[in-house]
């Protein structure tokens, strides 16, 4: 089955600068790559996407590459906010199988 | 978006007893929906899928007869957790996707999650 793995585990950067969370992924089956934000006791929410047939996506101070080659996907946030604090987590699937593997989550400080 | 409800959103139990969770799609139809279980601190686990009308299928060392599920309707999931026990205490959260959304349209959508604490 598909092992998704992302790092780092913890990431503390200063408010305004940029933060990156990479991971990467062992099926080569795999074609949609979400990212969600999970803050303490909520549900996971989908901050952006990205399908295989695609080597980038952005949305305002989000985004999202991919490097189907290396299997790996990174997630890029500029100008961080305080509100920007939370757990993420990176995860995959393939088209005809909708379950989900995500990655064991980066907990992103914004140090104000 | 879709929306996917979960209820209850806290309960708490004690040791040998079951609890019943649903999982429900509002505005949406689903033929398919997921369990997950997250332990503090921790990733998403999936636990098993809910097939419509059909059974569960669980995941690796996920006991099916400990976590039952129910998938009756096609807005509707249900998980047991039977003879429930302390290690079961988690946050338990269910999704799905819209069908009708396209074959192109990915995106799954997480009920809230139920917390579960058992004594």
């Known amino acids: 089955g598909e092992n998704v793995e992302q790092h780092p585990s913890t990431l503390s950067v200063q408010e305004g600068d940029s933060a990156v969370i990479k991971c990467t992924y062992s099926d080569s089956a795999s074609n949609y790559f979400p990212w969600y934000k999970q803050e303490l006791g909520k549900r996971p929410q989908l901050i952006i996407d990205?399908?295989?047939?695609?080597g980038e996506k952005k949305d305002q101070r989000i985004a999202v590459t991919l490097n189907k080659t290396a299997k790996h996907f990174s997630l890029h946030i500029t100008e961080t906010q305080p509100e920007d604090s939370a757990v993420y987590f990176c995860a995959a699937s393939s088209f005809g199988n909708e379950k989900l593997t995500f990655g064991t989550g980066t907990r992103l400080t914004i140090i104000p | 978006g879709a929306v996917v409800s979960q209820h209850p959103s806290r309960v708490i139990c004690k040791s040998g007893t079951s609890v019943k969770i649903e999982c429900r799609s509002l505005?949406?139809?689903?033929?398919?929906m997921f369990w997950y279980r997250q332990f503090p601190k921790q990733s998403l686990m999936l636990m098993a899928t809910?097939?419509?009308?059909?059974?569960?299928?669980?995941e690796q060392g996920v006991e099916k007869d400990k976590f039952l599920i129910n998938h009756a309707s096609l807005t509707l999931s249900t998980l047991t957790v039977t003879s429930a026990h302390p290690e079961d205490s988690s946050f338990y959260i269910c999704s799905a996707r819209d069908p009708s959304s396209g074959i192109w349209t990915y995106e799954q959508y997480f009920g809230p999650g139920t917390r579960l604490t058992v004594t």
């Open positions: 809910s097939n419509e009308g059909s059974k569960a299928t669980y």
């Open positions: 990205i399908r295989s047939n695609v």
């Open positions: 505005d949406f139809q689903a033929t398919t």
